[in-house]
């Protein structure tokens, strides 16, 4: 899938299909309100930010990046939030952060477009840029039955090609180096309601970094 302006504005995606991708306060509002105690008073990181519109929550003065794969939408981002740094970033997963740079990564809402493989190149590399003790917050898919019964056709068309379960989640984030700190699953993110239990279709995680730095893998 590519992701230019015809999937943001909503031609080539069944969840932009209604109105683009926008701005939608009580979605982004939201999913701040979840991960913002989490963040710390460091550096912040989106990974996939899109528009900037999650990342623009955290604007209190820290240092705040975003990267992502769509050159569309960076440059969206630049042109409404200038005052925040985005980064290009490629298939190969390597992000173009120093070791330890953030207190805090975001990820809503991409890890299910990428394949397993992939995925953990890409944890890898969060790991690398999170200082110890850095929080990974992340949201995605949870391929719960109502998941596998109910979106099967939204998830093929929006080619959601690495969703798992959130107990799977939880294994592989600590395969990675990181603690589960907490972990949820919603119906939706635009509607109010949180459930420890895993039988929604999105969940919610945060992450801990345990140990120091990993080896740099930039080239």
């Known amino acids: ?18 109105g683009g991708y926008r701005d939608v306060g009580s979605y982004f509002n939201r999913l701040a309100r979840w991960f913002r105690p989490h963040a710390g008073d460091g550096a912040v990181l989106d990974l996939g930010c899109a528009y900037g519109f999650l990342l623009s929550r955290f604007d209190d003065g820290r240092p705040l990046c975003g990267c992502d794969v769509s050159e569309w939408a960076l440059r969206e981002a630049r042109s409404r939030f200038p005052q925040s740094e985005f980064l290009i970033v490629d298939g190969s997963g390597t992000l173009p952060y120093e070791n330890g740079q953030f207190g805090a990564v975001l990820c809503t809402d991409v890890l299910e477009h990428i394949t397993p493989d992939r995925q953990s190149r890409i944890l890898t590399e969060v790991s690398r840029v999170l200082a110890a003790g850095g929080q990974f917050c992340m949201t995605t898919p949870n391929l719960c039955r109502i998941r596998r019964w109910v979106y099967v056709r939204a998830d093929r068309l929006e080619r959601h090609i690495g ?17 589960v700190a907490d972990s949820w699953t919603y119906l939706n993110a635009f509607l109010p309601g949180r459930i420890r239990s895993t039988w929604l279709p999105e969940c919610a995680l945060v992450a801990r970094k345990t140990g120091a730095c990993v080896k740099s893998t930039r080239t």
């Open 163 to 179: 969703m798992r379960h959130v107990s799977e989640w939880k294994a592989t984030l600590s395969r990675h180096g990181f603690e």
């Open 1 to 18: 899938m590519i992701y230019d302006k015809d999937y943001f504005e909503g031609r080539t995606s069944y969840f932009y299909q209604f």
